[in-house]
């Protein structure tokens, strides 16, 4: 079980932070997980049951695989208009990075993923789902936190975090 001291919330001009130090008194750092989600499962999908099942409030993903599908979303600033796209053929996870919070006491997982494809051209955005089509291994960050949530931002369309 981490121990974590969180130091007070601090504005800069341009960005808010929120420093934390977890010490978790065997490993001396926060709780980590290699994930290894099996094959034709969707990740976000995978995702979202360990968080809960592991009660993850707050941390970060990242990882490598191979997938067979990935639909992304990307967000036009002017019309706050969704657009989603999907790519469907091989491709290699070449990185996937995201965080994790909660939003209606669910886990709200916010992932960004750039994949290579046959002739090793990347896509990449907002990761709405991908199937796996081969490995998809992640390593996930807990930070401790007993709670890191989210509120609907009007001027951005997006959900940015509530503290
Ligand atoms: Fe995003």
Redesign the pocket.
């Known amino acids: 079980m981490a121990i974590f001291e969180s130091l007070k919330n601090k504005r800069e001009t341009m960005y808010k932070y929120r420093r934390v130090k977890v010490t978790n008194p065997l490993t001396e750092w926060n709780e980590r997980y290699v994930l290894s989600i099996d094959n034709h499962q969707e990740i976000m999908e995978a995702l979202a049951h360990f968080c809960k099942k592991q009660k993850i409030k707050a941390g970060e993903i990242t990882g490598i695989g191979a997938i067979s599908e990935a639909t992304f979303?990307f967000l036009d600033p002017a019309t706050k208009k969704y657009v989603d796209k999907t790519f469907a053929e091989q491709m290699e996870i070449t990185n996937v990075t995201g965080n994790i919070s909660v939003k209606d006491g669910e886990p709200y997982l916010?992932v960004?993923l750039t994949c290579s494809r046959r002739d090793y051209t990347c896509v990449g955005g907002?990761l709405l789902s991908a199937r796996i089509n081969g490995a998809c291994e992640l390593i996930v960050t807990d930070f401790g936190l007993t709670h890191l949530g989210r509120r609907p931002d009007a001027e951005t369309g997006l959900n940015l975090y509530d503290f």
């Open positions: 979303r916010h960004h907002h």
